[in-house]
Each structure stands twice: as C-alpha cells, then as structure tokens.
C-alpha cells in the first residue's frame, strides 16, 4: 500500500514536471482562457462541490471539530463564487513571465538580459480552507508553473472536487492537464515521499499549523518557503493620533483573531499610556478579549489584569488574548518587536513622520506599517489576486507570496563569438 | 573541547547577528570607507600575509596536494593585489540597500513600496582559494550584512590571516568589528553546529565540492543557496559559425577545465557533424583532451575514441575530458540539456536568430549563451565585482551571487488610519 502510494507520487511529479516545461513556454492568451474556463466550471459544479463538501463538514462534526474550523470548512455559494471570481481576477494580472528585469552591456560587447522565469513544478502543502486548491492552482498556472497539491485530511472530498472540476476544465485548453496534480493519500507518508523528490519539484510551500511546516522545514530536500508564525505588533507612539490609534489597534486584534496578521502585541509609549490604555483595554475587554499586561500597564489600569511573562511576547495566541508593554520610547517598542517578533507585520500609530520613518526602517520585518492595521498583511489585500503562502523567510519571497513570488529568472547573454582570456 | 567549539560558534553567531542590525543601517559612504581601508591593509600586510600562507604550501605539500591544488592555494603579491582590487572594486559599486523597488497604491489609499534590505546574517562555508574570504568580506559588507565564514583546513594560515587584517582594518571605522566573524576549527563540528543556529543565521552558502554542499544541503536548520555542479553544454547548430564554433568550444572546455563554467559535453548538429568535428577533437587531442564520443561521432571520427556511456551525460569531469554527441536538430539539443543538465550555463553557437531565441527561452538554466563561451558565468565577468558563489537553485538566486544576491526586501506601507472590513 505505501509502496503504490510512493510510486503514484513519484509518477504524479514526473508528469508535472513533464507539463512545467511545456507550461513555461505557454502564451498568456491561453494561460487566462485556461483560468476562465476553470471559474466557468467552478459555476457549472456548484451543486456537486457542495454536495462532497457536506460529507466533509459531516465527518467533521463527528470528530469534533470545533464550530470555528467547521465554518472554515463549509462551502456554500457565495464562497464558490468567491473562489470563482479569485480565478477571474487572476486572469486579469499582469502575466510575470517573460518580464525583462534588467539589461546590461559588458565592456567585451555581451549583452546581458535578466528574464522572469517560471520557477518549475511547486508542491504545496496545506491544511486550511477548500479555497486553497484553486487559489493556488489558478496562481501557479498563470506564473507557468506546474504544481502538485497536498491537502488536509479535514477538507478530502472538498479539494478532491474543486481539484476534479478544475482539471476536467483544463481538458478543453491548450494547458497540458497534467499541470495540476493531487496527492490524496490522507497521511503524512505521501508528504514525506514528496520532499525528497529534488529532482522533480522546485520548491515547497507548506501552510498551516507550526507543526506542520516544522515537519516539512525538517524532512525537506527541497527548497521551503516557510511561514512559522505571526506574533504581529502595533506601537502606539506619543505622537499617535488618538482615535486612530484605538481604531487601529481593535481592528489588528478583534476583527479576526485567528489569523496570522492579527496583533498579538501592543506597545504603547509611557506618554500615552494614561491617556490611552483606560479606554482602549476596557473596549478590548467589552470584546472579550483576555489582556495580559505588563507591571506598568497593571499599574494603569489595574491588578485585574493577568500579568505578562516573558512567554507571552513570544506567543502567537491566535485568539482573543493581548499582550500589553508599556515602552520607554520608539527605539524600545523597535527593540521589542526585533528579539520578540516573527518579522510578519509591525504598525506604528504616529503623526509624526521623523519617527515613522525609522520605525520602518529599523524594524526588520516582511511588512512594516505606518497608520494602519496589520491585518492589511494579506495577497488579496496587496493587489496580488490571492497568495499561495505569506513568507517570514528572508529568501526568495517575504510577505504575500503572488505570482511575482512563484517565479525566478534567468541570464539570456548575446555574443558576437566572445571567448575567456 | 567540542562544548568549547561550540559555544563559540554560538557567540559568534550572536555577535554577528547584533552587528547586522546596525550594519544594515550604515550610510554607503561608512561602507565604502572601510572597504577601501581594509583594501590598504591587504597592501599593507602583504609580507605577513605571504609568510602565514608559506604555512599552508608546506602542510599542503606534505599532505601530497597535486600542484593544481597548491597553486590554488598560493598567495603572491600579485594575487595579493588582485584581492585588494576586488575590494576597491565592490567599494565603487551601487549599494544596493534601500533601493526602492516598486511602489504602488492600493484602492484603499494604502501606499506600498518594496525596499531593498540586506539579508542580515551570511554563513559563507568554503574549501576553495583563500581570496574567497576577502572577496566574500567585502560583498557582504558592501550588501549590509555581517558574515560568518568557515574555510577549509588546506588554507587555514591563510584565511586566519587575511581575516584578521580585514577586522583590524574595521577599527578605524564605522562599520562594527563584529560584523565578520571567522569559526577557525577545522573539523567538520563546527559547520554542524553552525547549520543549527536558524535564530541568528539567515542563509548558508556553501562553496566547493558537492561532498562539502551536499553535507551543508542535509544537514542545515538554516535556507541553503547551494551550487551542486557545472555540466555546461555549448550546442553547435547547423547555422553556425564555423571558426567561431570551434574558438567557443575550445575555449568553453580547455582555457580551465577545473572550474564549473567549464563544458562538460557538445552537442552538435548532424548537418555540421561532417564539417567540424574532425578537425574541433583533433584540436582538442592535440590539447590532451580525453572524447568520449557518441556512436554517431565515433562513425564521422573513428573508433580510436572511447565510447560515452549515458552516465557521461551526466558527468562533470573537472578535468580535460569532453563527451561528444550529434543530434538530430536544436530540439534533441535542448531537450539532451534539460535532461541531463545542472541548470549552470548553456550556450548555442549559430547565426540564425529564431534558433537562438527558442534555445535561450527553452533551455532551463541559470545562464545561457548566444555565441559566447560559457565560461562567463562568473560573478566578476558579469560585473559584479566578485561572487559569493554561483546558485544552481531556482529560489532566491541563479548563477553568480553578487550584491543584489545578497538582499531581501520589505514592505513598507503607508496609511491614513486604514482597518480591515
């Protein structure tokens, strides 16, 4: 049984590989009609992918999964359709392929031409929504890269369904059909099996849980573009616009807590905490959010709060709980945020410029924020149609992974007979 | 003694880290300052640097290194000066910090530029000639980041050496001394050691045999550029230059064999078979160059020639060894690279632009040639003042590694008090 899983696997990267070099070289023209058709059916199927989803939703309530992940789960219309219009939008993109980057002439007459590249065959590794599968088929196949899918055991017969609709859709195309593959063995063998396939697979994206992409980081011979967590800052300065300040701070923690661009920190200069922290911890609160602050932050507004350990800057919570530290100045919430953070997203609230600027440039992060909430962190939000992963790596990609994420490049040089000396 | 070891390569690597906060920061004129200073001392110290290398030949000799091996590790003022021009040279190019890289508005107001930042952190990981270390010194500097570099034991006098005339040079300077640090153990514990520290190293590059790469590849907690080998083609088309086909191949195989831009097989067109190989491999046997011939080369050239089996295909000689095969057309050509290739450097020699095109768009490699020798893939020939190495990977950076290979970027977003919906 493990045996047939392997060889399917490697026979499935193979065949990707096989379609990336055909795909690599595709027009852009047939890349988007290819992405129309496949939201064209996406519409047609509705009745099917909600009927296979139920079976997921119903093994899902079976095993207990809680009411949060199970609306994850759920797939009506209005979130098919959404999935639809994300491949219509990504047909709209500007095609990356083929972009001249840089041009350069030698002084011994080579011309050097940098070119965007598709990166090959992407494997991608996730455990979240059902929208994932065409998301991330709809970006690889517009930045000409083939790409083998790998989804969590919770949503089988949803992506099993959106992946069967959308390569029937191929059929009908000049896209080769073995672009798109998917691993539906429900283990973690099939996951082990593909990281050591260097000779087929270019890179590996995995998303979901820590876990998770500490098991593929650790088992990998392939590239990994990592996201591990996302223990998010905003820094109300001295010089915040107040109102601004309890507007952006809400939305970063309160509109949706589970998520790996939501704060987790707050860092208030000691000049503003009288004035703001009252207020602003008692709306949190109102909101249930669980605080947990620091001793002069206890001193403010009171023993009732939990105290902050050191742990706590560390923690990704995912949930309705703050962290709260009181700073001595700009350079201590920068200090903070550099030893304590995962280099995601940190916001400052400031009016003054001098100190936004070096906020922005100090912070050593994948997206730095002046005056807005760090929930912005986010492909769609970027104008990059979707993301196949946000990246807290430093190599290759940071922040939203979009199509520009899913390429490389290449040297073309032109000589007129040029040899070494 | 191994606990020692180890505790310095984590002091080091701390150490390292706190420099690159503030070294990514510096005004390129502090950078250029202490490259050129560090320059001088090379100058300076030439007799020191001479005698400590004195040390090395004697161990190398005694150890039984080949001569090509000895003179790879020899230092004479001219290579002295070679160093320090290299310096010079990377303290006149752009510093590539803070360049912004694209910028743009979002429905929302939201501004978003993306900056170009140093990476941070550099493990540099080498067996090869001891002006790696300066030239990687200086690259890294220049491109913001503190590095941390292990050389191999054949040239351990040498690079302690030049290292510590590097850092004494740092004093007088902005630049932190902590920025370059060097771990002097000469075994292989202090890489393994090395290669766990993912908090304070942000990618590993490593240099020299595939042994050394494929180690560093298997064994890191940390992102690895790697470089595993140069099996470089030139394919001689039918619509070829003749003298230029055979001063491009004699000159892609035998001006240096050893190094990994050097060709590996020719692939030629069966319309030009007749017309060029006798008297191209009567050139190269004059030149002591071993063939290893396909069938059909072997029927134009005679059988006296051995036989290239598919694992010649494969090969990278390093040494004045040459497999040779006709092919049908520039198809076969492109598809016998794609398939037995390392994705290093190709090159076609022909006068017809359409062929051209289609082998430098279908040929998947970090560098490929359009008549010239595929020996220019080199961080100094591309004007890049020096390399770190050479990437054969996809992700992050192909072909020689330079100061743009050095850098990440960020997000830096403007808003006027923008929160999510």
């Not at 099993?160 to 672009?179: Q, R």
Request: charged share 25%; with cysteine.
């Amino acid at each position: 049984m493990v045996k047939i899983v392997e060889k399917q696997i490697i026979h499935f990267a193979q065949k990707a590989k096989e379609a990336s070099r055909i795909l690599a070289l595709m027009d852009t023209r047939d890349k988007n009609h290819a992405l129309v058709k496949m939201a064209n059916a996406l519409k047609a199927k509705k009745m099917y992918l909600m009927k296979e989803n139920k079976k997921d939703l119903i093994a899902g309530k079976k095993a207990g999964l809680n009411k949060a992940l199970l609306d994850r789960l759920m797939l009506d219309e209005k979130r098919i359709d959404a999935m639809r219009e994300c491949l219509l939008d990504t047909a709209k993109l500007k095609d990356p392929v083929g972009e001249l980057l840089h041009s350069f002439k030698r002084p011994n007459g080579l011309i050097i031409q940098k070119i965007r590249v598709p990166i090959g065959v992407v494997g991608i590794i996730y455990e979240s929504r059902p929208n994932v599968t065409s998301d991330c088929i709809g970006l690889c196949l517009k930045s000409g890269n083939a790409v083998i899918l790998k989804g969590g055991k919770e949503a089988f017969y949803s992506n099993k369904a959106i992946f069967a609709v959308l390569k029937s859709a191929l059929k009908n195309t000049k896209i080769p059909v073995e672009s798109i593959q998917m691993i539906d063995s429900t283990d973690r063998r099939g996951v082990e099996k593909l990281l050591m396939l260097s000779q087929y697979v270019d890179v590996i994206v995995p998303r979901g849980g820590e876990n998770l992409i500490r098991f593929v980081a650790e088992n990998s011979k392939i590239p990994v573009i990592k996201h591990y967590k996302g223990v998010c800052h905003v820094y109300v300065s001295d010089q915040a616009n107040l109102q601004m300040a309890q507007e952006i701070c809400f939305n970063a923690k309160v509109q949706r807590p589970g998520v790996c661009n939501a704060m987790e920190t707050m860092l208030v200069h000691e000049k503003m905490a009288k004035k703001f922290l009252p207020a602003m911890i008692a709306q949190f609160m109102k909101a249930g959010v669980e605080i947990r602050g620091c001793d002069k932050t206890r001193k403010i507004f009171g023993e009732n709060i939990k105290k902050a350990t050191t742990q706590d800057w560390f923690e990704e919570y995912l949930d309705l709980i703050l962290a709260v530290r009181v700073v001595k100045n700009t350079q201590e919430a920068i200090s903070h945020i550099n030893t304590f953070g995962s280099q995601h997203s940190d916001a400052i609230v400031t009016e003054d410029k001098k100190e936004a600027a070096q906020f922005l440039k100090e912070v050593d992060a994948a997206c730095v924020y002046k005056n807005a909430s760090t929930r912005f962190t986010d492909g769609y939000e970027f104008g990059f149609g979707a993301e196949v992963g946000i990246s807290t790596d430093k190599i290759h990609v940071r922040g939203p992974m979009g199509l520009e994420g899913l390429t490389t490049y290449k040297y073309q040089v032109y000589g007129q007979g040029q040899i070494r000396n």
